[in-house]
């Protein structure tokens, strides 16, 4: 559904993209990762025609997006990271004006507007300006704005930024319905639970280029990380927890925790509790640590993603 | 405290635009109206009144009195037919024309009354009060120039006592040969002082209103109407023109991109709304001044409109072209009320532009604001029409005026802000 070849693009001699290339399939959900900087709002704007590449092409539906760019842009929403609405028209009209500018007609218009609206559960809002809506709601008409024309593929960047659980929940709903439903995402987030919530394959980008790709177990099982048991022990004997420590061929004694580092963490359990028995250490708290995709980011990248 | 006064200072420094308006644009502002009112950059050089004169008499005294009147002081005389001379008023291209009418000189010769006329605007008659004080001495001292003044005092008294008793005739005609020694003496003796004989012959320049005051439309109100009314919509155009700024801020302009249009339709849709609120605005003063103050338009929609139109398109590229051009919402709010208020000053939206010194008045036709107010003047003062070529070419420029800084406007935009969104 998405083929990017070899993107680059330079502002004023830094290059923000160093040939990146990715393929997206038509109903996939993929999620662009990357700390601020990395390149992943300029590989977007590139994808949705509103910048050039220095080199490179994006092909959508096998479309070139820099020779069919109006057909190409048709086929594809867009959600923006800011709330791009204008705050003195209601919701009916917001959605009626950007729905407009992709040429539905003002019947198909009404009908939409009134689907979205229900869909995000501001129906009942519908005629309020936007600018007395909460930050959750302001989300909500936000990506029901860039659904008004059925697109085939759905860029979001950031969707869920600074919002409430309530809508943060909703939004999650129709992201899925609309994953369900056989739509194309491509999702940036700086929240790891949502990327592994929803995504099939993950894209992670670090100074203009693509470090890692493919699903999370894919990723998991391409890191060299390893899962982590951290024990703590009540009243116990350094020296018995020096020993404990010894007995497991990958683990680091601090006061009176122990972590445990083990390729599995599930079979490794068994062990460390038994172990502590024998010894006669008391545990008074087990903490385990999973590899997730945080820590897989923060291993890539050596950032936070928010960093 | 003297550590959050600092911190004020040093934060009011920083600010670019503060320190516009606080220093640059009031700085521009007594500059502009030093030179117009102050004589400031005159040098030793006296701003001199245009003075038409047409010469109808055509004798060797009436070319004697031309090359008299061209001596006048503060006074730049040109002599032109009477029909391009008052072609040139109705135009509002001059003020005025002094017409030497046939039978000057045969009035010089017998004593009888100059055939002196000046006609004028009336929409300028200050400047032509300013002429009249250097013009009605110089006349009043034609008859000792060229004629026979003694001949021609004489005459008058002999129509001012012609039913007098015989005794009381020979009493004033010595009196008289008195006075006309006395005034020649004067005369003669000091060429600056304010001509004595003035009392007796400079008042015979007879006045006319070539262009009249109508009775339906008032001079000042017309200036008051159209010069505020371009200067506000200049301000309101800078601000629909800023949110384009705006949109760019809050990333609409951002989400219009992703649309499949082409993105100059952005720009155009910003100036057909502008062009729009703008038309509305100035029919809206126009018909406020209509109904409160009794502007009369009804016998001028046509021509109003056009001006309207062609204000309003002029006026809304500049906003737009402004906003393109700046950055920043703040570098439009400090560039505009620097320009608006400089263009403004010079092309008469604050003052009518004959206070001005010529080399102001010159400049004012760099401004919006001069070819708007006067193709208005041209409607609702010197009732012109429509297809006369003095209103069309104001028109034709403020056209002209639109279409460049609406095409310099597509060019910004491309470099600017699309660049920025």
New interface residues.
């Given amino acids: 559904m998405i083929e990017i070849k070899n993107l680059r693009k330079s502002y004023n001699g830094h290059a923000a993209l160093k040939g990146i290339s990715f393929a997206i399939q038509k109903g996939e959900f993929y999620g662009l990762l990357g700390p601020n900087g990395a390149g992943k709002t300029t590989t977007i704007s590139i994808m949705?025609s509103?910048l050039k590449p220095d080199s490179g092409e994006v092909i959508i539906d096998g479309m070139n997006i820099d020779t069919h760019?109006?057909?190409a842009?048709?086929l594809?929403g867009?959600v923006?990271?800011?709330?791009?609405?204008?705050g003195d028209l209601t919701a009916s009209e917001n959605l009626h004006f950007?729905g407009g500018?992709?040429?539905v007609s003002s019947s198909e218009l009404k009908k939409r507007s009134e689907e979205v609206l229900h869909l995000f559960g501001l129906y009942d809002r519908r005629n309020d300006n936007v600018k007395t809506y909460s930050g959750g709601m302001k989300r909500r008409i936000n990506i029901a704005?860039a659904l008004l024309h059925q697109p085939k593929i759905l860029f979001m960047d950031e969707p869920t930024v600074g919002i409430d659980p309530q809508s943060r929940n909703l939004i999650f709903e129709v992201i899925e319905k609309l994953h369900k439903e056989g739509m194309t995402i491509v999702y940036t987030t700086h929240y790891m639970e949502e990327a592994e919530r929803f995504c099939d394959r993950i894209g992670i980008i670090d100074n203009g280029q693509i470090i890692a790709e493919g699903t999370l177990k894919e990723l998991k099982s391409n890191s060299a990380l390893k899962e982590v048991v951290v024990v703590t022990y009540d009243h116990a004997d350094e020296s018995k927890l020096k020993e404990l420590s010894a007995q497991w061929p990958d683990s680091n004694l601090s006061e009176n925790k122990i972590s445990f580092y083990a390729a599995d963490v599930q079979s490794a359990l068994s062990g460390i509790i038994s172990g502590s028995g024998q010894m006669g250490a008391d545990i008074s708290n087990i903490e385990i640590q999973r590899t997730n995709l945080e820590t897989i980011f923060l291993s890539l990248t050596g950032k936070q993603l928010r960093d | 405290m003297i550590r959050l006064a600092l911190k004020d200072l040093k934060l009011f420094l920083k600010d670019r635009r503060s320190m516009l308006m606080t220093f640059a644009i009031p700085i521009a502002l007594i500059s502009l109206f030093a030179f117009a009112f102050g004589g400031v950059g005159k040098g030793n050089e006296e701003t001199k009144i245009s003075m038409q004169i047409s010469d109808l008499d055509n004798t060797t005294l009436s070319k004697d009195a031309v090359n008299i009147f061209t001596t006048l002081k503060n006074v730049d005389a040109k002599v032109v037919p009477i029909e391009s001379a008052q072609d040139a008023i109705k135009k509002g291209k001059e003020s005025n024309v002094l017409v030497i009418h046939k039978g000057f000189a045969d009035s010089l010769a017998d004593g009888g009354e100059l055939p002196l006329e000046l006609q004028y605007d009336e929409a300028k008659e200050i400047e032509v009060g300013l002429l009249q004080q250097s013009l009605i001495p110089k006349v009043a001292t034609i008859p000792f120039s060229l004629g026979n003044p003694k001949a021609m005092m004489a005459s008058r008294f002999e129509k001012m006592t012609e039913n007098s008793s015989p005794e009381l005739k020979e009493n004033i005609q010595h009196q008289s040969d008195n006075l006309f020694e006395t005034l020649s003496k004067g005369i003669a003796e000091n060429s600056t002082t304010q001509d004595p004989s003035s009392a007796f012959f400079g008042n015979e320049v007879k006045m006319t209103k070539l262009v009249a005051a109508k009775k339906d439309n008032g001079l000042g109100l017309i200036q008051a109407v159209a010069g505020t009314a371009v200067m506000m919509l200049l301000f309101s155009v800078v601000g629909i023109g800023m949110s384009l700024l705006e949109e760019k801020q809050e990333g609409t302009l951002k989400r219009l991109l992703y649309a499949p249009m082409n993105p100059l339709k952005i720009l155009f849709g910003k100036m057909i709304s502008a062009n729009i609120i703008s038309i509305i605005q100035l029919i809206v003063m126009f018909l406020f001044a209509a109904l409160v103050f009794g502007l009369e338009i009804n016998n001028h929609i046509t021509g109003l409109l056009i001006t309207i139109i062609a204000t309003a398109f002029a006026c809304s590229a500049f906003g737009v072209f402004l906003a393109s051009f700046a950055k920043t919402r703040q570098q439009v709010q400090g560039l505009s009320t620097l320009i608006i208020l400089v263009m403004s000053a010079i092309g008469g939206s604050m003052i009518p532009i004959f206070f001005m010194p010529s080399l102001m008045q010159k400049a004012a036709v760099l401004s919006v604001n001069y070819w708007s107010i006067q193709g208005f003047f041209d409607i609702l003062w010197r009732n012109l029409s429509i297809f006369s070529t003095t209103f069309l070419s104001r028109i034709l420029v403020l056209v002209l005026i639109g279409v460049i800084l609406n095409t310099l406007a597509v060019f910004m935009f491309r470099r600017n802000i699309l660049k920025m969104s």
């Fill in positions: 949705s509103i760019p109006g057909q842009k048709q594809i867009v923006p990271q800011e709330i791009a609405l204008y950007w500018l992709y040429g704005a």
